[in-house]
């Protein structure tokens, strides 16, 4: 049962424009969300995370939004550059003592120069 | 310079072998955490430890051993009863104590396993 979803398995984008990464969870218990950024044969770096309290967070050239309701969130990079090109996991932990983290399949992102 | 170091990078075990793949980190953090990743797939968590002597099984266990004789150390040993472990294994950390990001796992930077 994947209780982090991210369907779409990769994205193109033109550098300078708006990326728009997707992420869906089933479990409503998830305290706090987390995006993480990973190159090839590389671990996962931290990139950004909001908590279930809010619906937007805002560092630099990244945004993640938070929709509760229907248990979505989306990180947006604008302007995309080709640095940015990689893998992003989404992820999502629940509150308590060992605080459980599940990560999501990752989409690549390519952006094009 | 503080960070996770995971070793060796690339790793190579026999049928009926059993190897250890090692995880240190300098952070000063008491949770440390082992996951496989494979293609197409998120990080799966196969065991974790919150404290020194103290770990529990994650979601995918079976086949693998770990040991948490030291807060830096949290080695990771892949059994000959693990029938499919070429995988890219990854050790994590994160430090309970800071408020501000008690919920960020810091990473090293993986161990290929294949095998031969």
């Known amino acids: 049962d994947q209780q982090v979803k991210q369907n779409s398995p990769s994205l193109s984008v033109q550098e300078g424009r708006i990326s728009i990464l997707n992420c869906d969870y089933t479990?409503?218990?998830?305290?706090?969300f987390l995006w993480y950024k990973k190159y090839p044969a590389e671990g996962p770096t931290f990139l950004i995370s909001?908590?279930?309290?809010?619906d937007k967070n805002e560092d630099g050239r990244f945004t993640v939004f938070l929709n509760k309701s229907a248990k979505h969130l989306s990180l947006h990079i604008v302007p995309s550059q080709p640095g940015d090109s990689a893998v992003y996991f989404c992820?999502?932990?629940?509150?308590?003592?060992?605080?459980?983290?599940?990560f999501g399949t990752g989409t690549k992102l390519q952006v094009i120069p | 310079d503080g960070g996770i170091t995971q070793s060796p990078k690339y790793l190579f075990r026999k049928e009926g072998q059993n190897v250890t793949l090692s995880c240190e980190q300098n952070l000063n953090h008491d949770a440390m955490y082992w996951y496989r990743q494979d293609p197409g797939q998120g990080l799966r968590l196969i065991y974790y430890s919150q404290i020194v002597n103290d770990f529990q099984k994650g979601d995918i266990a079976e086949g693998y051993s770990v040991s948490r004789e030291k807060k830096e150390s949290f080695p990771l040993t892949v059994t000959s009863a693990q029938k499919n472990p070429t995988a890219f294994y990854l050790c994590a950390s994160r430090n309970e104590r800071d408020r501000g990001s008690k919920n960020i796992q810091y990473f090293g930077a993986g161990t290929r396993l294949s095998v031969l």
């Open positions: 909001i908590s279930s309290i809010k």
């Open positions: 992820a999502a932990g629940t509150p308590g003592g060992y605080q459980k983290v599940t």
């Open positions: 479990n409503s218990m998830f305290d706090y």
